[in-house]
């Protein structure tokens, strides 16, 4: 049975980085708030002129390193962002050019903050039907583009960042001892379009727009979607809570990562927690979080990591993987 093997990680953060009394200057904020609601105390922020694709390649670039391999290697890059550099061609093939490569398929994928779990499971199929041998997943975003700096409920929730995976199909021996990804689930309900959104796109406004959001709705279908989907995951392998050695939540807010462990019944210290430092990223906060806990030793060769998100849309899903 092919599998999709994961043979390196990289990301990338803006040298810029934004702490709470630095917004606490601009809207009517302060620490003590955002900690206690959230647990971010700092995030970073894109320079000007640097945009998406920029922060792609670099993850990408370092992902590669860490795998030993080229551009040359791949054949399918699948990138996920909500904050594109252009409406069209996708930011994937920005990056597909500066990273010199001419081969294989490049494309964007758009399912906000679970678009990397959107993109993995994506690549995943392509990779096991045969349709590429190496992947790069990035997920990439500059929220900071899209949020109304006047707007103190939204404004001090996101960061921008990178980061990226290389995925391999390796022959595998169809058992849970494979390395490798080993399920992926995912789901929608369009009918909670408007409770997280951006108020523009070219269709509609032909502007870009500000990101609006219903902060308690969305942390009540949070909590319970995430919990679901997690367990639904598990159960498509018949594994059980007890056999995940790491969660790696998107990192929306603390206390949702506080409520959803709970629910779902595993420890804190099992949950790779990195909105304190790098804020919602959206798509890019799984692989910025996985290459924090891989560099920091706590993610191990053959660990299994459920890796979950929710997002505008509403979305949501999750991928279990031995690493
Ligand atoms: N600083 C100070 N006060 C604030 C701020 C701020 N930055 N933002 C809101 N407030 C005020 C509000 O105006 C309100 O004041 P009022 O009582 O005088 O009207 C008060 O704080 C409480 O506001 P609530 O919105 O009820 O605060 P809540 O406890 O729900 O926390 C939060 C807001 C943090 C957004 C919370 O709802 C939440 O975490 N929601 C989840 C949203 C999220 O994480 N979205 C990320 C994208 S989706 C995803 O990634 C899953």
């Not at 689930?185 to 796109?201: A, E, I």
């Amino acid at each position: 049975m092919r599998r999709s093997v994961v043979r390196g990680i990289g990301s990338y953060l803006p040298a810029k980085a934004v702490t709470n009394n630095d917004l606490a200057a601009i809207v009517d904020t302060s620490d003590e708030w955002i900690v206690e609601r959230t647990g971010i105390r700092q995030r970073h922020i894109a320079a000007e002129g640097e945009t998406t694709c920029d922060l792609a390649v670099a993850a990408a670039r370092a992902a590669l390193d860490n795998a030993g391999m080229s551009a040359a290697d791949i054949d399918l890059i699948v990138l996920a962002t909500s904050t594109p550099d252009n409406t069209f061609p996708a930011t994937a093939t920005s990056v597909q050019a500066a990273l010199g490569m001419t081969h294989g398929a490049a494309f964007d994928v758009q399912a906000v903050c679970s678009g990397f779990v959107y993109a993995l499971s994506v690549a995943d199929a392509m990779l096991k039907a045969g349709t590429a041998e190496r992947a790069l997943v990035i997920g990439a975003e500059t929220f900071s583009r899209i949020l109304d700096w006047s707007d103190r409920t939204t404004c001090v929730l996101f960061g921008d960042g990178a980061g990226a995976l290389v995925l391999e199909a390796q022959e595998g021996e169809g058992t849970l001892d494979d390395r490798g990804v080993l399920a992926t689930k995912l789901h929608s309900d369009g009918r909670y379009k408007d409770k997280l959104y951006v108020d523009g796109g070219p269709s509609s406004t032909k502007t870009v727009g500000y990101l609006r959001m219903e902060g308690r709705e969305v942390f009540k279908h949070a909590v319970v979607n995430i919990a679901s989907v997690m367990a639904e995951t598990l159960e498509m392998v018949g594994m059980s809570a007890d056999q995940v050695d790491w969660v790696v939540p998107h990192q929306a807010n603390k206390r949702i990562l506080d409520s959803t462990a709970k629910r779902f019944g595993i420890s804190e210290d099992k949950v790779v927690l990195t909105v304190d430092r790098h804020g919602n990223t959206s798509a890019a906060s799984i692989p910025l979080a996985l290459d924090v806990a891989v560099k920091d030793g706590r993610i191990k060769k053959g660990d299994v990591i459920l890796m979950e998100a929710m997002g505008g849309g509403f979305t949501w899903g999750a991928a279990l993987v031995r690493w």
